[in-house]
């Protein structure tokens, strides 16, 4: 601070000192002491960003949800969250979103495509908690009723660079087939309230009964910022 107010009196005398040639000169010098004392009145200083110490390590993710598969499924919709700890910070982008209903009548049959993109930056002093992207596909049954078809996570990769991942989905089922029958006809399938804590953070998973149920394509493209100055070697 001291050295850029020692930089603007430096400024000031210069122009103080200089003898004007012509009016002209004259005015643009009175215009430049003008904003001058205005700068040095509100104590302005020029800061160059790549100078200031980092108090925080940055994460930047850039992905896609591009593409499902389900066996027996023609329509389907994907609904994502980014889940992280409590000494994260979300510094920018969204955290959540739906994407559109995607349909397997394509020309190469490969999936149902949604190519959803989502986009969000963090900032933390502790690597605990590492965000991970929940999702949950949702679908319609045979009375055109909105149903979960599946549950599924995947942590962001932990190192700069561009991944592909592979997200297992995963729904749960009764204890029984009878059970399951009767639910489906009543539309009241079996399904996580709190589906974020107990995908994300495995409550209760050991006591609830699960079926695989397909597959869901997401890329990364992972940026870091300042990792090394805390000690981590992502």
Not at 105 to 110: H, I, K, M
Not at 124 to 151: E, I, M
Not at 161 to 187: C, M, N, V
Request: glycine share 10%; proline share 3%; aromatic share 12%.
């Amino acid at each position: 601070v001291h050295g850029g107010k020692k930089k603007l009196n430096m400024e000031r005398n210069r122009l103080i000192d200089r003898s004007p040639i012509d009016e002209s000169l004259e005015t643009e010098r009175q215009k430049r002491m003008d904003a001058l004392e205005k700068r040095m009145a509100q104590g302005e200083e020029k800061v160059d960003p790549r100078t200031v110490p980092s108090n925080f390590f940055h994460l930047a993710v850039s992905g896609v949800i591009e593409k499902g598969d389900m066996v027996g499924e023609d329509y389907l919709q994907v609904q994502y969250e980014v889940v992280f700890g409590e000494d994260w910070e979300r510094v920018s982008g969204e955290i959540k979103g739906f994407s559109q209903l995607g349909s397997s009548a394509n020309v190469n049959r490969s999936g149902i495509v949604f190519n959803y993109p989502f986009d969000v930056s963090f900032r933390s002093l502790n690597p605990f908690g590492w965000p991970q992207v929940v999702v949950v596909v949702k679908g319609l049954d045979l009375f055109g009723r909105t149903v979960v078809k599946g549950y599924g996570n995947v942590h962001i990769p932990t190192k700069t660079g561009y991944y592909e991942k592979t997200i297992q989905l995963f729904r749960p089922t009764h204890t029984s087939w009878i059970a399951d029958f009767w639910s489906y006809l009543r539309g009241s399938i079996a399904e996580y309230i709190d589906f974020k804590n107990v995908i994300a953070l495995g409550e209760g998973r050991e006591i609830a009964r699960v079926k695989s149920v397909g597959t869901l394509n997401v890329k990364f493209q992972v940026t870091q910022k300042a990792m090394k100055k805390f000690g981590y070697s992502c």
